[in-house]
C-alpha cells in the first residue's frame, strides 16, 4: 500500500470517527434533555458501550481476510 493510501485511509478514518463521535454526544445530550437531567452515562452504559467499540474494532479488522 503506497503512503498516499495510507494517508487517505487515516483521514477518512478520523473523519469518520469524529462524525461518529460528535452524533453519539448530540444523541446523549438529547436524551438528558427530555429527562431534564445533566448528560450522564451509568457504569453499564459504559461497559456496553466500550464492548460495543471493541465488536466493531474485531468487524473492521476481519474484513478482507479468506
Known amino acids: 500500500m503506497d503512503e498516499n493510501a495510507k494517508k ?3 483521514i477518512l478514518g478520523v ?3 469524529a462524525l461518529t463521535g460528535a452524533a453519539s454526544a448530540y444523541v446523549l445530550i ?5 429527562e431534564q437531567k445533566n ?3 451509568s457504569a453499564g452504559e ?3 458501550l466500550g464492548l460495543g467499540v471493541l465488536g466493531l474494532l474485531r468487524l473492521i479488522a476481519g474484513q478482507g481476510k479468506s
Open 8 to 10: 487517505k485511509t487515516i
Open 15 to 17: 473523519i469518520i470517527g
Open 30 to 34: 438529547k436524551r438528558a434533555e427530555s
Open 39 to 41: 448528560p450522564e452515562i
Open 46 to 48: 459504559g461497559i456496553q
